[in-house]
T-cell receptor, first 111, second 113 residues
Framework: QKEVEQDPGPLSVPEGAIVSLNCTYS??????FMWYRQYSRKGPELLMY????GNKEDGRFTAQVDKSSKYISLFIRDSQPSDSATYLC???????????FGPGTSLSVIP | DTGVSQNPRHKITKRGQNVTFRCDPISEHNRLYWYRQTLGQGPEFLTYFQNEAQLEKSRLLSDRFSAERPKGSFSTLEIQRTEQGDSAMYLC???????????FGQGTRLTVV
């Protein structure tokens, strides 16, 4: 079993839609949870980082972590064509540990 | 530019040749990571440094791969006797101890022909 799993998509939505992206992880020792956005042929770009369970909001983006079910979500409100990218969830056990990535979900927002 | 810098951006090499990539992290960051990414996959961890100490190496990192970070500044990743399976994007990231977010460079795309 992989440590972090994501539905690879592709996911296609119309502009303005609410997008829900999800990850599951296998090890309850993970404490730090991150979402990265990666455009084609570019390095990943950090969107949000959360410690432990709970919600975090930044503009149109909301990250949720449910440690009881080992489930991580990213919601994008009022999606824009510029949001078209691959979204990678990532986890860490401690702030001194390596970052472990999921395989990514490809998102297309259609104008 | 204060981000993570990787050079070269692209490298084409013949099978069996050695290649070396360089990463310059964000200046105050003490941690540096190397990842490998193939098409349609997330980045796979290869190794990471805290200052000049190499703290962990993935089982993916065969004996042909070596990484260094002299004086805790820039880092190099060398691949000896390259194979076609080494073709991938090699990503470098750096972070500070708190908060722990890793910031990535643009990557070096290696093609082995």
């Amino acid at each position: 079993q992989k440590e972090v799993e994501q539905d690879p998509g592709p996911l296609s939505v119309p502009e303005g839609a609410i997008v829900s992206l999800n990850c599951t992880y296998s090890n309850s020792a993970f404490q730090y949870f991150m979402w990265y956005r990666q455009y084609s042929r570019k390095g990943p770009e950090l969107l949000m980082y959360t410690y432990s369970s709970g919600n975090k909001e930044d503009g149109r983006f909301t990250a949720q972590v449910d440690k009881s079910s080992k489930y991580i979500s990213l919601f994008i409100r009022d999606s824009q064509p510029s949001d078209s990218a691959t979204y990678l969830c990532a986890v860490m056990k401690t702030s001194y540990d390596k970052v472990i990535f999921g395989p990514g979900t490809s998102l297309s927002v259609i104008p | 530019d204060t981000g993570v810098s990787q050079n070269p951006r692209h490298k084409i090499t013949k099978r069996g040749q050695n290649v070396t990539f360089r990463c310059d992290p964000i200046s105050e960051h003490n941690r540096l990571y190397w990842y490998r990414q193939t098409l349609g996959q997330g980045p796979e961890f290869l190794t990471y440094f805290q200052n000049e100490a190499q703290l962990e190496k993935s089982r993916l990192l065969s004996d042909r791969f070596s990484a260094e970070r002299p004086k805790g500044s820039f880092s190099t990743l060398e691949i000896q006797r390259t194979e076609q399976g080494d073709s991938a994007m090699y990503l470098c990231a750096s972070s500070f101890k708190s908060p722990p977010e890793a910031f990535f460079g643009q990557g070096t795309r290696l093609t082995v022909v």
